[in-house]
């Protein structure tokens, strides 16, 4: 059985910029796996080298050593023509969306499929299509300065889609928009994702972009990829310094060391933070609690859900004679894998 090359494919890739004192490396020693038809999320500080990653894939910028593939074929060393066809390959969508100001919205969309060669009456037809498919077909003679910056974001999603390419990358294309905007842009992404079959990379430094759309996720941090996982599981068990700071960025359900100072200075008793998912719930736990004559007080916490499974964690302060609360406390710890008594 032979199997399906990945979208993209990074092999000991290095990426260094400038020489001597000026000497930076932005990429350092990147191997990646990205499979044709997911949503990949690459998240990271401003630096830690996402744009040079995205570069590197479009064959904007070529590797200091290691070897790249998109779609099965290498493009490390391949000619301008090569670059060419797999630029065909490939559809960009930016921040600032990088539109004509002097055309309308079918005209930005309509401009790629010029540079191709296609014929008027095929154009027509296809940024009519494409208009449809993003929700503007009213805007289609409207300039960029008479859109919304969600709106305009669209019209840079259907052109970077008029030649129907097989991976779509996304360097922060929700960065310059609003929560609600950015929402409907990242459902647009996922339509795009789920009915076209394009395999999207989406940049960003938001762990909300993540989480609304990344089937998985790579952290990059200085250059390397110091996590890289399925997104509910990035969540859920998060790894890595950066990792946590990024989870913890939307998640609120764990106390930071000030909050749980705090709460112990508020509640007494003896703090202890379970993790829940599906396998684990709190019930069972509490049961025993009362049974051991041990008071709990719920204090801090959240339970959601992330690729439809249960995740979450909540801090109890447990009240009750010495024995009895070492004895819950163990409880939960054992029913834990990372977390426990504080
Ligand atoms: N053409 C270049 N010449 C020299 N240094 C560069 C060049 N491009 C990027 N760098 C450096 O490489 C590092 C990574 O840059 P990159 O743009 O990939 O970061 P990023 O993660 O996209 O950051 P941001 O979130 O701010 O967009 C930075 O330190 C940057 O200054
Ligand atoms: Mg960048």
Avoid: C
Wanted: hydrophobic share 40%; proline share 3%.
């Amino acid at each position: 059985m032979s199997e399906q090359p990945p979208a993209v494919e990074f092999r000991s890739v290095t990426k260094v910029f400038g020489k001597g004192a000026d000497r930076h490396v932005a990429l350092d020693g990147i191997d990646l796996r990205i499979e044709k038809g997911e949503i990949f999320g690459v998240i990271g500080y401003s630096g830690a080298g996402k744009s040079t990653l995205v570069r590197l894939i479009n064959a904007l910028e070529r590797p200091t050593s290691g070897t790249i593939e998109v779609g099965g074929a290498p493009i490390t060393g391949t000619s301008e023509a090569g670059v060419r066809r797999l630029r065909r390959e490939i559809g960009m969508v930016f921040q600032q969306f990088n539109l004509f100001r002097s055309r309308t919205a079918a005209g930005n969309i309509e401009y790629p499929l010029k540079v191709a060669g296609w014929k008027r009456a095929e154009r027509k037809a296809r940024v009519a299509e494409l208009l449809e498919f993003v929700g503007l077909t009213d805007k289609a003679r409207s300039y960029p300065d008479q859109l919304s910056g969600g709106q305009k974001q669209r019209v840079g999603i259907a052109r970077a889609l008029a030649t129907s390419p097989a991976l779509l990358l996304a360097d922060e294309s929700t960065s310059a928009l609003d929560p609600e905007t950015t929402a409907e842009v990242l459902r647009l992404l996922k339509k795009i994702n789920r009915e076209l079959g394009v395999t999207i990379v989406v940049i960003t430094h938001e762990m909300d972009v993540i989480r609304a759309v990344a089937d998985r996720v790579a952290v990059l941090a200085e250059g390397r990829i110091v996590e890289l996982s399925s997104t509910f599981d990035v969540f859920a068990n998060p790894q890595a310094t950066p990792t946590r700071s990024f989870v913890a960025t939307v998640l609120h359900d764990r106390p930071s060391d000030t909050e749980l100072a705090r709460l112990r200075d508020k509640h007494g008793g003896r703090m202890v933070t379970v993790d829940i998912d599906d396998e684990r719930g709190l019930g069972a736990a509490l049961a025993a609690a009362t049974r051991a004559d041990v008071r709990f007080e719920v204090v801090f916490g959240g339970v959601s859900t992330l690729q439809d499974k249960t995740f979450g964690s909540v801090t109890l302060a447990l009240h009750g004679s010495d024995d009895a609360v070492d004895e819950v406390a163990a409880a939960l710890d054992r029913r834990e894998r990372n977390s426990g008594a504080h």
